[in-house]
């Protein structure tokens, strides 16, 4: 159950609200976030919702049998947009596109990456400045004076930008030079990051885990919102299987389901999900058509001299190509179908 208390309630009538829950044995949870205040009820027996909802201080009340309640259309009919300021929004009609490098390995880099966004009209800037990776032997990032740079180039040519986030330790440090935090695959469970991201007001990309399901996910995204944070967007990435001839089985079957159960914008990452860079086309065309609400790719300049992730990679002639198409193909889908 989840209900929507006025702005305006007593203390009072608050009092009385929370009285009443106890009286009927349901557990009751303050959420306030940037925009509401709400009541999380856990049930153990039936009751009549009406000895509720006719209680002064209250809005609406909706039954929501989910266990991931807050992130549940069940209550929430209307699509959640995410809006980034600078008329850049995530989740409305348009298509969002995130572009850039796997990971951030310098100014020239960062200069090239941006003039492209520019140049196809893309308004977030994708790149990793901490890096999880498989083996400690190989390229982790240049940490947090890269990023510094990195958002002063993009902030100066109103690009927004989403990195990723790996530990609890990170999030004071990064939070001004960050526009949404990105929740990597490996981190998708860490739910003391995920507690401290739903503290903070910024948008929240959250990838599914590694061999997460839907449910997990979603769950995940709730612990976000449940501590105040209702900024969240969710990433279908590709979840490992017995499958070896290409990085991840990305499961296109997941954005209908997540915008059939959630009101959370979708997005895919096609780089990751297929790890080839000849089919990420492909897929990121496939993403748009299963009803995404954008696509975070990875593109590099010279993607042979990468320092990660190079093989998935778009050149940027070929990122060009690829942004008009998907845009086109979004275009006869919002007209057509």
């Known amino acids: 159950m989840i209900i929507h208390l006025s702005k305006d309630i007593t203390e009072k009538e608050k009092s009385a609200l929370l009285a009443k829950l106890q009286e009927l044995n349901i557990k009751s949870n ?19 919702i009406r000895t509720i909802g006719n209680l002064s201080g209250i809005d609406d009340i909706h039954r929501v049998s989910d266990n991931y309640k807050m992130v549940s ?24 596109i995130m572009a850039g490098p796997c990971s951030i390995e310098g ?10 966004l520019l140049e196809n009209n893309i308004k977030i800037m994708r790149g990793g400045v901490f890096k999880p990776r498989s083996s400690p032997y190989t390229f982790r ?32 440090e990064m939070i001004d030079y960050v526009d949404i935090f990105q929740v990597g695959a490996r981190n998708s469970q860490n739910f003391n990051l995920l507690d ?11 990838k599914r885990g590694i061999s997460g399901t839907i449910e997990e996910l979603l769950s995940s995204a709730e612990y976000i919102f449940a501590n105040g944070n209702e900024k969240i967007i969710l ?10 001839a290409y990085r991840n089985t990305l499961d296109l079957n997941a954005v209908p389901i997540l915008k059939d159960k959630s009101h959370l914008p979708v997005i895919v990452d096609p780089s990751h999900g297929i790890g080839i860079r000849k089919h990420v086309k492909t897929m990121a065309l496939s993403a748009v058509m299963s009803g995404a609400d954008g696509i975070i790719v990875e593109v590099h ?37």
């Open 107 to 116: 100014e020239k880099q960062i200069e090239n990456t941006v003039q492209h």
């Open 73 to 96: 259309r069940k209550w929430k009919v209307n699509n959640t947009i995410i809006d980034l300021g600078d008329h850049v929004k995530i989740g409305d009609k348009e298509l969002s």
């Open 235 to 244: 990433c279908e990435r590709g979840i490992r299987t017995f499958e070896r």
């Open 196 to 206: 401290i991201l739903g503290k903070v007001d910024k948008p929240v990309l959250l």
């Open 30 to 48: 303050l959420v306030s976030t940037q925009f509401r205040n709400y009541i999380v009820g856990i049930a153990s027996d039936d009751f009549d």
């Open 301 to 337: 300049h010279n993607p042979e001299m990468a320092l990660s992730d190079g093989h998935q990679s778009l050149y940027h002639q070929q990122a060009s190509i690829m942004y008009e198409q998907l845009r086109l193909t979004r275009k006869f889908m919002t007209e057509n179908l």
């Open 141 to 172: 990032g240049y940490g947090i004076d890269i990023l510094k740079l990195f958002y002063k180039h993009c902030s100066a040519n109103g690009i927004k930008v989403i990195t990723e986030v790996m530990q609890v330790s990170q999030v004071e």
